[in-house]
């Protein structure tokens, strides 16, 4: 995948982020290095087609950024507020992105035939699985950003794939783990 341009995107969370309390950043270089470039770090562990699932999508990270540069990927974005999701199906309607934005807690959905699965920091990993997992079709993956002092999560179902370092972001030279689960 190459470089993706969320400029707009980036200008709709900058344009409702008070309103909606989405972020305290009002710089898009800072929101785009804190955010967008973080987001598009999983990209390489991801499927080109399929299913994807972002739990608690917020303003939309790393759902959003992804669903950009990864065309082939349907987007289901789930996010318990409903203004947040409102702001979310807006987003979708003005890029024009395959998506659906529910506003629900994930666990009181229907399965959804998801075939990976990706969350920023809703809660920690081993619970964040057993929310994926009534959604997940067979060999589905989570790729999940993990604390840097986490275990190994070991939940009914999921296999450690593979674990991995990208920048974070942040400061020059801090990396962030990323950890890639299989199911059944």
């Given amino acids: 995948m190459g470089s993706v341009d969320c400029q707009a995107y980036v200008a709709e969370v900058l344009k409702f982020r008070r309103a909606l309390n989405l972020t305290s950043i009002s710089d898009a270089g800072l929101f785009t290095e804190r955010f967008i470039k973080p987001s598009l770090a999983l990209a390489a562990w991801l499927p080109d087609q399929g299913r994807l699932l972002d739990i608690g999508s917020g303003m939309g990270v790393p759902g959003i950024p992804l669903l950009m540069g990864m065309p082939g990927l349907q987007g289901v974005l789930v996010e318990r507020r409903k203004k947040r999701a409102e ?4 987003v979708i309607r003005t890029l ?3 998506a659906v934005a529910y506003d629900a807690d994930v666990r009181e959905l229907e399965p959804l035939g998801i075939d990976v699965c990706v969350a920023r920091a ?3 990993e081993g619970a964040l699985l057993r929310m994926c997992t009534p959604h997940m079709v067979d060999g589905g993956r989570a790729v999940l950003p993990v604390p840097r002092d986490s275990s190994v999560a070991s939940i009914s179902g999921w296999s450690l794939e593979a674990e991995h370092w990208v920048a974070s972001g942040g400061e020059k030279g801090d990396e962030q783990r990323i950890r890639c689960y299989r199911y059944a």
């Fill in 87 to 90: 702001f979310l199906r807006h």
């Fill in 96 to 98: 024009g992105l395959n």
């Fill in 122 to 124: 809703v809660t920690d």
